[in-house]
């Protein structure tokens, strides 16, 4: 507990469950020992996992004085005790876990050493990042106590397995443990650390070895082997910490409405920290069961996978009632999605059509905003159930809101965690984009039930299979839900073009990508396995039409459920199910074995169209790039299913495959242009004759609404973005923007403003500057007096009044921002509400354009609302205020873990770097404070790639290129290496950017201000 509170250590206070003849015992004058123990702000833990022997150990071997002279002369005794010392007290008997290290031992490998060394020193036998493939965990039995006081785990697992050959060894993983290999009470040995075969018969120990850098246990049998296709049982005791990083099993907190502050221990396993947690083979293809014990106090519950089963009186720990709940057996499952809570929440609860109990739970004083959640996932479990033709297969599904957690939220099996921002809702408070969210997090946690859950890729390079599914179903679901939201047309936004941006740097990377080292894994959790995959998906359901994708669905999770599965398993169901009209797998293997996506290049000769191919990079083609890239095994081309409609037959939809080739089609004479990739359902762009261009633009601006919303964020998208990439002049975009002076819908103008927000930012030190903002309003100036500021109106009539009035407040149009001032000041000296949707926007003006007085009542009311949205407005308004200052005093509170949570530190580093009087600040704040924020960031709960992108992706000078370069040259970035190459990758072309299309797009503004002259 923090503030150094002393407490009294006994490991007699429970009684786990018996390990064969093992009790539970302690080192005489252990009870003695006073322990002050505080909860690090920022854990400075070692991977050795031998940290706390000081407090914990139970090794060594003591005998009583008295005893042994009394028995002095008895020949026997003496010799029985000799021999015990010699049988398990000898060098060759220690458990490394539990001894201390040589002090000249280095343990973490240079890389230059041939040979893994254990903790002790000896040769590490077992000398591969992965486990052998030859021992299969079937059974897991946990029995764990989380001390909320002491903050000290004390636990024991049993772990039943199978081995597919005779050998002498197994491997498993372990990180942070203290494992307790034996110990002795009086004359009596009590073994913690035991193997025994199916009968119960005892096998002999003579190595159990640590390899911190690998995080693996290595244990050999001394005379005996595991013999081929032989069951086993490997029982461990262990002890570890609960602290505040936010991964394994870690202390989360959260301040009551009367101000006192409450703990909890949560767990957070994917991709690889179940082994800080117990150990376990920790590998995705090695599935289990587990049934899970938890003990706690009268005043807490715990939570698990399964429904409780039993809870029994545990007797009296420090002073303190324990109780202890058995959980349901699991059914088989990775270590990954096991998960266990300790908290004092409530839940609201409402039961499925067939009788599944679905439950939200939440702080006490949060419970109200859980109503939204419970009532979401439980219809979100009957669509699945209904579109996956399978039904969810445990007997209940919690989530439950975690005060502090790194993710927007975790798919664990039948318990899923979420931030509080993606599960709470409170429609008086919440914003529309927010309420979003949330359906949106829910669904997609949900859909892992099946696609992660239920099937599971075999290893890491198939992440997409989990995260690539449920970002694809998350829309299909939330769509279900409300239709009214146009979700598959905000698909395109929010999956799509993300994906489209990131995979057109030379440093992306396929959609299955080779993960040799766990420590790859975090890098891959990016908007290539997420979003890419989503659109692969939902391009695939294009061609294959919805009832394929459903019964190839179907077939793929019965005929792999509750088992593994790789990206080819699910290519061969829809083949099947598409009665081999497609090879699927010829299909998608283009589209996930390589990098990137294609440029469609349309020519016109007379009536026959032809669309050519080619790698589509947004970078410079500088120093022969593509040269350089990895080899592709399909050299760069796709099979693509082009879909195009003429404006003489807009609603006719026409198809036409390009087989890794070129393809030339016939079209009428009197066709202007064609409209390709219709509705942005494929992943690729598409460029135009300037003809077509100029025609496509023509039609807009007399009649925008004869292209789709969807094609119009599409052509808005491909015509910036090749611009950007060199493909076409800097004058086509600028003149397709013009048509928005009368757009009215929310993702063709959420799209738009991406661009235009970014080319501003470019531009900020160019001449044609200023003409580029007043432009800006030109263009705002219309959709700004339509969605006015009243909070009325449509779902995505909201979503856009949002958009609109930010933009305008950040190029400083002024009636909006003196409407803004005038509600934020009747806010802070009245007390008068603020309609959630304009919000955020009212708060940013009112700190922008305010002072220290404005922003301490922001601050004032982030440190006390009770509504997780709201903070998270806050924080980024913050950081709006164009005061150094306060920016620097911002970001310095950033650093102080009982000011600002872990979880956000990000979102407020980014939303300095955004303001473009921040933006230089936030850059010398991480390499000022780089230790610091290297400690949080870089041990994996939190992304370090996502960090660097936000604070440096937006340099535009040579200058900043060079000191970037520079600074990261001499710190490890860890799994943020592909995060900052694609970072200083963007630099770049920023960078050639001014240089191509600075004075183009500025003597387009003097023309056209020129002719626009009132």
């Known amino acids: 507990m923090r503030g150094g509170t002393s407490t009294r250590e006994s490991s007699e206070a429970i009684r786990m469950e018996p390990l064969g003849r093992t009790s539970s015992s302690r080192s005489p004058g252990?009870?003695?020992?006073?322990?002050?123990?505080?909860?690090?702000?920022?854990?400075?833990?070692?991977?050795?996992?031998?940290?706390?022997?000081?407090?914990?150990?139970h090794n060594g071997v003591v005998c009583s004085q008295k005893r042994a002279l009394c028995i002095a002369t008895v020949v026997f005794a003496i010799l029985f005790a000799i021999s015990f010392i010699i049988a398990f007290a000898g060098p060759q008997n220690d458990c490394p876990c539990a001894g201390e290290k040589p002090a000249n031992l280095e343990i973490e490998d240079d890389g230059k050493s041939s040979e893994p060394l254990a903790t002790n020193g000896e040769v590490f036998p077992w000398n591969n990042v992965r486990l052998p493939k030859f021992a299969h965990p079937t059974r897991y039995n946990i029995t764990i106590h989380p001390n909320l006081t002491t903050l000290e785990v004390k636990g024991q697992v049993t772990i039943e397995f199978y081995v597919d050959k005779e050998t002498n060894y197994i491997v498993f993983h372990s990180k942070n443990l203290t494992i307790n290999e034996k110990a002795s009470y009086q004359s009596y040995y009590y073994f913690f650390t035991m193997i025994q075969d199916r009968k119960g018969h005892r096998l002999k120990i003579s190595k159990l070895l640590e390899y911190p850098k690998h995080q693996q246990l290595y244990l050999e049998l001394e005379e005996s082997k595991f013999r081929k296709r032989g069951n086993y049982t490997v029982h461990l005791r262990f002890i570890s910490k609960l602290t505040s990083e936010l991964e394994g099993f870690y202390l989360s907190s959260y301040v009551t409405r009367k101000g006192e502050k409450r703990y909890l221990a949560t767990t957070h396993f994917e991709p690889t920290y179940a082994r800080s947690a117990f150990p376990c083979f920790d590998e995705p293809q090695f599935k289990a069961k587990f049934k899970v014990s938890i003990f706690r106090d009268r005043f807490h519950i715990a939570l698990c996978n399964m429904p409780v089963m039993n809870t029994e009186d545990a007797g009296f720990y420090m002073g303190t009632g324990l109780l202890r709940d058995d959980f349901q057996e699991s059914v088989e499952m990775s270590t990954y999605l096991?998960?266990?809570v300790v908290c004092d929440f409530k839940r609201v609860s409402r039961l499925t059509e067939r009788n599944i109990s679905v439950s939200v739970y939440a702080a006490e004083a949060m419970l109200p905003q859980a109503n939204y959640a419970v009532y979401t996932a439980a219809r979100t479990i009957e669509y699945f159930e209904s579109f996956f033709g399978l039904y969810y297969p445990l007997p209940k599904q919690d989530l439950i809101a975690i005060p502090d957690f790194a993710a927007g939220a975790m798919e664990n099996w039948g318990l899923i965690t979420y931030r509080e921002t993606s599960i709470l809702y409170d429609p008086q408070e919440t914003s529309t984009s927010a309420h979003e969210w949330v359906a949106v997090v829910i669904a997609h946690e949900l859909a892992h039930q099946w696609f992660g859950n239920l099937v599971t890729m075999k290893?890491?390079?198939?992440?997409?299979?989990?995260?690539?599914?449920?970002?694809?179903?998350?829309?299909?679901?939330?769509?279900?839900?409300?239709?009214?939201?146009?979700?598959?047309?905000?698909?395109?936004?929010?999956?799509?073009?993300?994906?489209?941006?990131?995979?057109?740097?030379?440093?992306?990377?396929?959609?299955?990508?080779?993960?040799?080292?766990?420590?790859e894994i975090e890098a891959i959790f990016d908007d290539i396995s997420y979003s890419k995959g989503a659109s692969i998906l939902n391009m695939l359901e294009g061609f294959l039409c919805e009832d394929v994708l459903k019964s190839g669905l179907n077939e793929y999770l019965n005929s792999h459920a509750y088992g593994n599965a790789d990206?080819?398993?699910?290519?061969?169901?829809?083949?099947?199910?598409a009665n081999h009209t497609f090879d699927v797998k010829a299909i998608m293997d283009t589209w996930t074995q390589q990098m990137g996506f294609p440029l469609i290049t349309i020519t016109r000769d007379g009536n026959t169209i032809t669309a050519s191919q080619k790698r589509f990079l947004l970078s410079p083609k500088e120093n022969d790039t593509e040269l350089l890239q990895p080899k592709s095994p399909f050299d760069y081309r796709w099979y693509v299913p082009l879909t195009y409609y003429t404006d003489k037959e807009p609603q006719k939809l026409h198809n036409v495959w390009m087989n890794l080739t070129d393809v030339?089609?016939?079209?009428?004479?009197?066709?202007?242009?064609?409209?390709?990739?219709?509705?942005?359902?494929?992943?690729?762009?598409?460029?135009?004759?300037?003809?077509?261009?100029?025609?496509?633009?023509?039609?807009?601006?007399?009649?925008?609404?004869?292209?789709?919303?969807?094609?119009?964020?599409?052509?808005?998208?491909?015509?910036?973005?090749?611009?950007?990439a060199g493909e076409l002049n800097a004058t086509i975009p600028l003149e397709l923007s013009l048509y928005l002076l009368n757009e009215r819908d929310y993702v063709p103008w959420a799209t738009a403003l991406g661009y235009l927000h970014s080319w501003k930012g470019r531009l900020s030190e160019s001449p044609g500057y200023k003409r580029y903002i007043t432009f800006l309003k030109r263009l705002l100036t219309p959709v700004t007096k339509y969605v006015g500021w009243v909070d009325q109106g449509s779902h995505l009539r909201k979503l856009l009044r949002m958009s609109v009035l930010q933009s305008a407040v950040t190029i400083n149009m002024d009636d909006i921002v003196k409407s803004a001032k005038y509600l934020f000041q009747d806010w802070m000296w009245k007390g008068k509400r603020i309609a959630p949707n304009i919000r955020d926007v009212v708060y940013v003006a009112g700190i922008k354009f305010g002072g220290e007085e404005e922003w301490n009542h922001c601050w004032q009311n982030y440190q006390n609302t009770?509504?997780?949205?709201?903070k998270r407005i806050m924080l980024q308004a913050l950081g709006a205020t164009l005061d150094s200052w306060l920016l620097q005093r911002y970001l310095l509170r950033s650093l102080?873990?009982?000011?600002?949570?872990?979880?956000?530190?990000?979102?407020?580093?980014?939303?300095?770097?955004?303001?473009?009087?921040?933006?230089?600040?936030?850059?010398?704040?991480?390499?000022?404070?780089?230790?610091?924020?290297?400690a949080l960031f870089g041990n994996g709960s939190l992304t370090?790639?996502?960090?660097?992108?936000v604070v440096i992706s937006d340099f535009c000078t040579e200058y900043d290129y060079n000191e970037v370069s520079e600074f990261f040259k001499k710190v490890d970035v860890g799994s943020g290496q592909r995060a900052l190459e694609q970072s200083l990758e963007k630099i770049k072309f920023n960078i050639h950017w001014v240089k191509e299309n600075a004075d183009v797009v500025d003597r387009w503004l003097v023309n056209y201000m020129n002719a626009h002259r009132s």
């Open 567 to 577: 990206t080819k398993d699910l290519w061969a169901s829809f083949t099947k199910h």
């Open 944 to 949: 370090m790639g996502g960090l660097i992108s």
């Open 866 to 870: 009770q509504v997780p949205s709201e």
């Open 459 to 519: 290893w890491w390079n198939d992440l997409w299979l989990n995260e690539g599914a449920a970002s694809f179903f998350e829309f299909k679901g939330v769509n279900h839900i409300s239709p009214e939201w146009s979700m598959m047309d905000q698909f395109i936004l929010y999956k799509t073009q993300p994906a489209l941006d990131l995979d057109a740097l030379t440093n992306s990377h396929p959609i299955s990508v080779p993960v040799k080292d766990p420590n």
């Open 664 to 724: 030339t089609f016939e079209v009428p004479s009197d066709v202007e242009y064609i409209k390709c990739n219709v509705n942005q359902t494929g992943f690729y762009r598409v460029t135009y004759p300037e003809e077509m261009w100029t025609a496509i633009i023509d039609t807009l601006l007399k009649d925008h609404t004869k292209f789709s919303p969807a094609d119009r964020a599409n052509l808005i998208d491909d015509a910036f973005t090749l611009c950007e």
């Open 896 to 934: 102080d873990r009982d000011i600002v949570r872990s979880q956000d530190v990000e979102t407020v580093i980014a939303s300095v770097a955004s303001n473009p009087e921040g933006q230089f600040l936030a850059w010398r704040h991480i390499k000022a404070n780089w230790p610091q924020i290297h």
């Open 30 to 57: 252990q009870n003695e020992t006073a322990n002050t123990t505080e909860v690090p702000a920022n854990s400075g833990d070692s991977n050795t996992g031998l940290h706390k022997r000081s407090i914990y150990e």
């Open 338 to 340: 096991v998960a266990f």
